[in-house]
């Protein structure tokens, strides 16, 4: 199993930024793919972005599309979410997961293994 520790959660202004952090356990292997996902309490997980670790091909969840941005750092093995101009719409718990292959363009959260624990995103107005 590998874990993953997400950071870089906290409070921002509505129209700020702020960068979420992904850092696994273990090298991420070429196949993986690595995904963000929002969680409001007593709601399901909702896809956000992902991101193929071997060539760093993306896909966003349409709210997220013009103002996140997915990124890896192969170097650090971390993957990046920037948020900017979040509203408070985006106020969530924030996780990341990831799997070991398929498709980017399946945002299913039960297609991915491991989980961290999430950090909590508080946008206001």
């Known amino acids: 199993q590998m874990w993953l520790v997400e950071s870089g959660g906290g409070s921002v202004p509505a129209g700020g930024a702020l960068r979420l952090s992904c850092v696994a356990s273990?090298?991420?292997?070429?196949?993986?793919?690595v995904g963000w996902f929002r969680q409001a309490p007593g709601m399901e997980r909702a896809f956000v972005a992902n991101?193929?670790?071997?060539?760093?091909?993306?896909n966003y969840a349409d709210s997220a599309k013009g103002r996140f941005t997915i990124s890896r750092d192969e170097a650090e093995n971390t993957v990046h979410l920037q948020m900017d101009n979040p509203t408070p719409e985006d106020t969530d718990v924030y996780s990341c997961?990831?799997?070991?292959?398929?498709?980017?363009?399946?945002?299913?959260?039960?297609?991915?293994?491991?989980w961290g624990q999430g950090t909590q995103v508080t946008v206001s107005t």
């Open positions: 991101i193929r670790w071997s060539i760093g091909s993306t």
């Open positions: 273990e090298p991420h292997k070429p196949s993986h793919i």
């Open positions: 997961a990831t799997r070991s292959a398929g498709s980017i363009k399946n945002n299913d959260r039960h297609a991915y293994n491991d």
